[in-house]
């Protein structure tokens, strides 16, 4: 079972709960016509444009115009640039919900994301519905990169969520698809599960 203190359960968003699609999301730019060095080798650590969207640094209307140049594509819409980008989001598969609704019974349950506001605003209207339900009152607390200027693995946005949710880094579990984000929560004294592919739920699910 889990560790007697844990108390707090402290989930990533993207390729935990949400899966991405990061392949379908570079088609999509690709065939807007975007060069193909406007992408990052990989999209659990953005950089560029995507960085600096993702930590709130830049407007929407400023992320469209900078994709439209760096991507050199002057033509393509802020529409369309805004789908080509959503289409990263996946789906949240049902076994991930329930989890949700078995753990909230015993655990506070928490998200800490690297996410721009285009794509929450998608995922809680779109995502978050469970049987006709927004499920966001079952987490306590959401902290994001575009609200807090800050991003994982910062040390800065570990402390945020201490302070904030004043919990304890000791009572507090931590999932997330990056390892690197996970090390750095460790340094921090939290407990953490890497996972990928959603494999979380059949980690805690055997453990609680």
Known sequence: MLKKQIKNIIFDFGGVICDLYADTCRHNF????????????????FDGVFKQID?????????????????????????QIKQAWLSVLG???EERFKAFAKLRKDYRLYILSNCNELHWEYLVKERMVYHGENIMYWFSMVFLSYKLHLEKPEPEIYQAVLDQ?????????FIDDNQLNLDAAAK?????????????VAKLMSQS
């Open 55 to 79: 930590r709130g640094d830049i407007s929407m209307p400023e992320f469209y115009e900078a994709i439209r140049r760096q991507g050199q594509v002057p033509d393509a819409t802020d529409e």
């Open 165 to 173: 949710a004043h919990i304890l880094a000791e009572e507090s579990l």
């Open 188 to 200: 921090m004294g939290f407990h953490t599960l890497h996972s990928t592919g959603g494999d979380w």
């Open 30 to 45: 690709r065939q807007l016509g975007c060069e193909l060095n406007l992408f990052p080798s990989q999209f659990s650590q």
């Open 91 to 93: 789906d949240i598969p």
